[in-house]
């Protein structure tokens, strides 16, 4: 299943890319004009597909990944304003209209591209080492010498905290702990990544490697409010949103209301379409019993009495909330998702099954 079909609402059109990389273009344009009295940043280096690429899906494909070997290609300051002389609110814009690009793939073709895009930034900067070494007539570094000191790169640090915010940021629409998998590896194993910074990527590569896509979600037995005690493995549906929320998290409220906004949910949870299991995850009971009716009465509202997720660390739980998505076999579709792919995913199945 392609991150396409799952993320429907989002996912790209030739049409929505093509407008826009030209508005991105023309705001570049606008501003340069602005600038032209001082030094001119340069313009992001657009990518264009080749005109022999007709299909849609080859085009999308093509720019998942080609999108950054010309940027990777530039050389030029790097500051708190600019990467590689462009400025950095310009690549941030394009790394958002590239998350686009690489969510309307397969989970496999969007990982390689990530994987990539690493391997053209860490390219990039040694090849920016050697060209100041170059200027200041020293020797110059070779890529291959594992005892080169090549760490703290401002391109390098630049690049990747922008895409580690991307994809790992709670807060990041964008955010896929199945994508940043290959990025956070490649920077646990590189000799530019600092060394301080590397048991941390070691934790979030380790992290993100639960549970990864298709894998099948981890059992746990729960209770409800009347003591009834229950377990993920028994809830049979077409499709199950397993959801991690607090009483009294206005985060939480807020994708509850976004679920209870699709009143088609009611009838596929009635006709067994849909399960909506939501869990407390943490130890202050009471307070959660005192909130237990405020969730939909046709969900499945309980707590995790044994304390396992968090202790056991069957799903790392980030931050509250958090959803997961599963198909009737228990298999993880979508991992701590925003709840828009998670709507996405609903209304292209509702939809689907309207046009049946």
Same mark, same amino acid.
């Given at each position: 299943m392609s991150i396409r079909a799952i993320i429907s609402r989002y996912a790209v059109t030739l049409t929505v890319i093509v407008c826009l990389i030209a508005s991105l273009q023309s705001c570049r344009q606008r501003n340069t004009g602005r600038t032209a009295a001082t030094?001119?940043? $340069? @313009?992001?280096?657009?990518?264009?597909? *080749?005109?022999m690429l007709t299909d849609e899906g080859d085009i999308i494909r093509w720019l998942g990944e080609h999108y950054w070997e010309s940027f990777c290609s530039l050389s030029g300051r790097t500051d708190s304003a600019h990467v590689?002389?462009?400025?950095?609110?310009?690549?941030?814009?394009h790394m958002a209209a590239y998350m686009q690009i690489i969510h309307s793939l397969s989970i496999e073709e969007a990982s390689r591209d990530v994987a990539q895009l690493y391997d053209l930034i860490a390219a990039a900067q040694m090849r920016l080492f050697r060209e100041a070494q170059s200027e200041r007539g020293g020797d110059t570094i070779e890529s291959d010498n594992p005892e080169a000191k090549v760490q703290g790169g401002a391109f390098y640090e630049t690049m990747t905290q922008m895409v580690c915010g991307f994809l790992y940021d709670p807060?990041?629409?964008? !955010?896929? @702990? #199945? /994508?940043?998998? +290959?990025?956070?590896? %490649? /920077?646990? #194993?590189? +000799?530019?990544? =600092?060394?301080? $910074?590397? *048991?941390?990527? !070691?934790? @979030?590569?380790? &992290?993100c490697s639960l549970n990864p896509? &298709?894998?099948? =979600?981890?059992?746990?037995?729960?209770?409800? =409010? !009347?003591?009834?005690?229950?377990? /993920?493995?028994?809830?049979? %549906?077409?499709?199950?949103?397993?959801?991690?929320?607090?009483?009294?998290?206005?985060?939480? $409220?807020?994708?509850?209301?976004?679920l209870c906004s699709r009143t088609y949910l009611d009838s596929m949870i009635q006709s067994g379409r849909l399960a909506i299991v939501n869990i407390y995850i943490d130890e202050e009971i009471d307070t959660w019993l005192s909130y237990e009716k405020e969730y939909p009465r046709n969900w499945i509202n309980a707590?995790?009495? $044994?304390?396992?997720?968090?202790?056991? @660390?069957?799903?790392?739980?980030? =931050?509250? *909330?958090?959803?997961? /998505?599963?198909?009737s076999e228990h298999r993880i579709l979508l991992k701590d998702a925003p709840v828009e792919r998670i709507l996405a995913f609903l209304d292209a199945q509702q939809t689907k099954e309207q046009n049946n």
């Open positions: 030094v001119s940043p $340069k @313009e992001f280096p657009v990518p264009k597909p *080749p005109s590689v002389g462009v400025r950095l609110n310009d690549v941030r814009e807060n990041s629409i964008w !955010r896929s @702990e #199945d /994508l940043y998998l +290959p990025f956070v590896s %490649a /920077l646990v #194993d590189s +000799p530019l990544t =600092a060394d301080e $910074k590397r *048991p941390g990527y !070691r934790f @979030e590569q380790t &992290m896509y &298709m894998s099948t =979600a981890p059992d746990f037995s729960f209770k409800d =409010a !009347r003591g009834r005690i229950g377990n /993920l493995n028994s809830v049979h %549906a077409g499709h199950i949103i397993l959801f991690f929320s607090n009483p009294g998290c206005q985060s939480c $409220k807020d994708i509850i209301d976004a707590y995790d009495y $044994k304390g396992v997720i968090n202790s056991d @660390e069957l799903y790392f739980v980030r =931050a509250i *909330p958090s959803v997961y /998505l599963l198909d």
